[in-house]
């Protein structure tokens, strides 16, 4: 089991930045990855950013590449997601998930195996 617990959240303006935390426990080593999905209201749950814990490689959804950086500290468990830039668009529900067994990155929800409860993000314009 992985448990993990996103914090982090907050109202900004458009343009502010904002950083993300996620704290896992348990048997973060049984995945290779972890990710950053949100859900904005009346959408689907997307996947935003994710990271390999081994090699710390990276895939970002294009909509925040060069916006968005995801990071980890493998010594604490902590993976970070420092926006930059922010849209009205990019307000949502931001969730925390680990998954994967390979070096491949999952970008899909159902690759996902745990789950946070989200933090908000909400963007003004």
């Known amino acids: 089991q992985v448990q993990l617990v996103e914090s982090g959240g907050g109202l900004v303006q458009a343009g502010d930045s904002l950083t993300l935390s996620c704290a896992a426990s348990?048997?973060?080593?049984?995945?290779?990855?972890m990710a950053w999905f949100r859900r904005a209201p009346g959408k689907e749950r997307d996947f935003v950013a994710a990271?390999?814990?081994?090699?710390?490689?990276?895939s970002y959804t294009d909509s925040v590449r060069g916006r968005f950086t995801i990071s980890r500290d493998n010594a604490k468990k902590m993976v970070y997601l420092q926006m930059n830039s922010l849209k009205a668009e990019d307000t949502a529900v931001y969730y925390c998930?680990?998954?994967?067994?390979?070096?491949?990155?999952?970008?899909?929800?159902?690759?996902?195996?745990?789950w946070g409860q989200g933090t908000q993000v909400t963007v003004s314009s």
């Open positions: 998930a680990s998954g994967g067994t390979t070096w491949a990155i999952p970008r899909r929800v159902y690759e996902y195996d745990y």
């Open positions: 348990g048997r973060t080593s049984s995945r290779s990855a």
């Open positions: 990271i390999n814990w081994i090699d710390g490689a990276t």
